[in-house]
């Protein structure tokens, strides 16, 4: 199993601009945000998705989600609505809507519409568009397209992408996947440039189908940090690709990180939706030694108040997505999206 390359030495390999920032710095930018004022904007109805990360990818018995069927379905969802929440974004990982049958998706589209929950996005769940494996890879980008079409036909609004890829064995046998590392993309500007024009390509399809895309930062892959991440989307240059800032993925990465402040400082303005999270960390740098664990968003390292008021000031005007690891990550996952929906507000009654 190799290493997980450090961010800092992939992105100077593939020679990607830097913007230093130090902590105080970034920590005054985003303290001094200011929303404009605009009365469109309203805390209630900002949609805020619940994630599936809790709900298994298979049914009992062995059956795929997909194959348990729509009562399946509407069991597991009505979960979510229960908990207060009115969107969901629909992974691959748990229900692959791009595979399906047009009367699958129907189904699924009635399942929803029988508890008042509206699709926020899709995901296409570890398909890396460059995959090691070039016949995997080529397939992820078939699949990719298959899952575009099913986003449309679903009336989801956005699709989102990333470049992980799937975990290793060793990564699943443990409690969290992070702690072990994984894969992670090489310093190759040839794979970067056929990346992005992979992406390219996709964006064609989902313009031609009005649907966005959010490609997803992540640990070990070219959205790996955040100069990279600004870059990779810099250089794909479509207006309906934005990023989905989960800062969470790089906060908990084990090994020194860029301060949180100037993470959210350079990401957050290309934001068109984003997955929300939270971690703590205990660091002895003299040591070496860097821990993380899930934590709910007031608890974490990351000032949600300051980012989510940053983000907001900056133009972002998507969905949030609340996601948990561990324990009761739905419940968790509904306290989050109540903390979060009384930020925005409280971003919003300060518009200049």
Same mark, same amino acid.
């Given at each position: ?27 005054? +930018?985003?303290?001094? %945000? ?8 309203? @805390? ?12 298994? *990818? ?5 059956? *795929? ?24 974004? +629909? ?19 009635? %399942?929803? @519409? ?19 494996? /070039? ?11 298959? #899952? +575009?079409?099913? @986003?449309?036909?679903?009336?989801? /609004? ?55 895309? *959010?490609?997803?930062?992540?640990? #070990?892959?070219?959205? $790996?940090? @955040? ?14 690709? #934005?990023?989905? /800032? ?47 664990? /899930?934590?709910?968003?007031?608890? $974490? ?25 561990? $324990?009761? #990550? ?21 518009? *200049?």
């Amino acid at each position: 199993m190799p290493e997980l390359a450090d961010p800092r030495t992939v992105t100077a390999s593939l020679a990607v601009p830097r913007r230093v920032l130090d902590r105080q710095t970034a920590a005054a +930018i985003l303290d001094d %945000a200011l929303v404009p004022a605009d009365a469109g904007l309203d @805390a209630e109805s900002w949609p805020i998705g619940a994630a599936m990360l809790q709900f298994p *990818s298979v049914a009992p018995g062995g059956k *795929s989600v997909r194959d348990a069927g729509p009562d399946h379905w509407h069991r597991q969802l009505r979960r979510l609505r229960r908990e207060g929440f009115g969107h969901v974004e +629909i992974p691959s990982a748990w229900l692959p809507i791009g595979e399906m049958t047009s009367d699958e998706r129907s189904a699924l589209v009635a %399942a929803l @519409a029988d508890l008042d929950l509206s699709i926020c996005a899709t995901s296409m769940v570890r398909m890396s568009v460059i995959d090691p494996d /070039p016949a995997r890879a080529d397939e992820n980008v078939a699949a990719t397209h298959r #899952g +575009i079409d099913a @986003a449309a036909e679903v009336g989801a /609004p956005l699709v989102c992408l990333g470049l992980h890829e799937a975990l290793f064995p060793e990564q699943t046998a443990v409690p969290w996947f992070w702690t072990v590392p994984g894969p992670a993309n090489p310093p190759d500007r040839v794979l970067w440039d056929r990346a992005v024009a992979r992406f390219r390509e996709l964006s064609e399809h989902a313009r031609a189908v009005g649907v966005q895309l *959010s490609i997803e930062v992540y640990e #070990g892959t070219f959205l $790996g940090d @955040a100069d990279s991440a600004v870059a990779f989307i810099t250089d794909i240059d479509r207006d309906n690709v #934005g990023l989905n /800032p989960d800062l969470g993925n790089l906060v908990r990465a084990q090994r020194p990180i860029e301060p949180w402040e100037a993470i959210a400082v350079k990401l957050l303005p290309l934001a068109n939706y984003w997955h929300v999270k939270n971690y703590v960390r205990i660091e002895s740098p003299l040591e070496d030694v860097f821990y993380s664990a /899930p934590a709910t968003l007031p608890v $974490g390292l990351i000032d949600y108040r300051k980012a989510v008021r940053y983000a907001i000031a900056q133009g972002f005007r998507g969905a949030f997505l609340a996601e948990h690891y561990g $324990g009761d #990550g739905l419940g968790v996952s509904a306290e989050n999206a109540r903390y979060l929906r009384g930020l925005i507000a409280d971003a919003l009654e300060d518009q *200049s």
